[in-house]
T-cell receptor
Framework: DAGVTQSPTHLIKTRGQQVTLRCSPI?????VSWYQQVLGQGPQFIFQ???????GRGNFPDRFSARQFPNYSSELNVNALLLGDSALYLC???????????????FGPGTRLLVL | RKEVEQDPGPFNVPEGATVAFNCTYS??????FFWYRQDCRKEPKLLMS???SGNEDGRFTAQLNRASQYISLLIRDSKLSDSATYLC????????????FGDGTTLTVKP
């Protein structure tokens, strides 16, 4: 079975532009979470979607938005890009609701976004 | 103060050494605990869950102290392939998809 896939792998944008990142979860997983990982730091939770509904949102501005499609794939959108948005954006899928917080998150390879 | 704090290291150890990583968390509502491993420029992967009674997986031992809100990871007989960043992860026990990660501890094992 394929793991979590993300596209594109790399992206270069300029300040003020908008970007859309895509994620396909592991087959059978209905939960998708998005994390931002800035160099030298751990992943920071942005959003979680389950059954097309937002289940959680981290401390990120409204420039960040996401959605989940009927096939459980997901998109993360970031508007009005800032230099500080440069990071690795990770998508993770899990079998939530499953083992009440103990379920494994499986991460995709990430999208590296550079904002110039 | 960060919700999950780890000693960033780096830890540079020779092959065969025993090394221990510590992690503290500030949210007393945290219920589920994990160690993830992240290789350079790769995605994080689950190393092991951490149970209240402590648990072992081969050369790796994880411990949890709820009273002190402290988690540890012990690696025995270090291998070159153990070189990576180790991320401490917690959540409130309802949903692993909303987890809080520490910034990681970097380990380099040298010949």
């Amino acid at each position: 079975d394929a793991g979590v896939t993300q596209s594109p792998t790399h992206l270069i944008k300029t300040r003020g532009q908008q970007v859309t990142l895509r994620c396909s979860p592991i087959s059978g997983h209905k939960s998708v979470s998005w994390y931002q990982q800035v160099l030298g730091q751990g992943p920071q939770f942005i959003f979680q979607y389950y059954e097309k509904e937002e289940r959680g949102r981290g401390n990120f501005p409204d420039r960040f938005s996401a959605r989940q499609f009927p096939n459980y794939s997901s998109e993360l959108n970031v508007n009005a890009l800032l230099l500080g948005d440069s990071a690795l954006y990770l998508c993770a899928s899990s079998s939530f609701p499953g083992a009440s917080g103990k379920e494994t998150q499986y991460f995709g390879p990430g999208t590296r976004l550079l904002v110039l | 103060r960060k919700e999950v704090e780890q000693d960033p290291g780096p830890f540079n150890v020779p092959e065969g050494a025993t090394v221990a990583f510590n992690c503290t968390y500030s949210n007393s509502a945290s219920q589920s605990f994990f160690w993830y491993r992240q290789d350079c420029r790769k995605e994080p992967k689950l190393l092991m869950s951490v149970y209240s009674s402590g648990n072992e997986d081969g050369r790796f031992t994880a411990q949890l102290n709820r009273a002190s809100q402290y988690i540890s990871l012990l690696i025995r007989d270090s291998k070159l392939s153990d070189s990576a960043t180790y991320l401490c992860v917690v959540n409130d026990g309802t949903n692993a998809g909303k987890s809080t990660f520490g910034d990681g501890t970097t380990l380099t094992v040298k010949p």
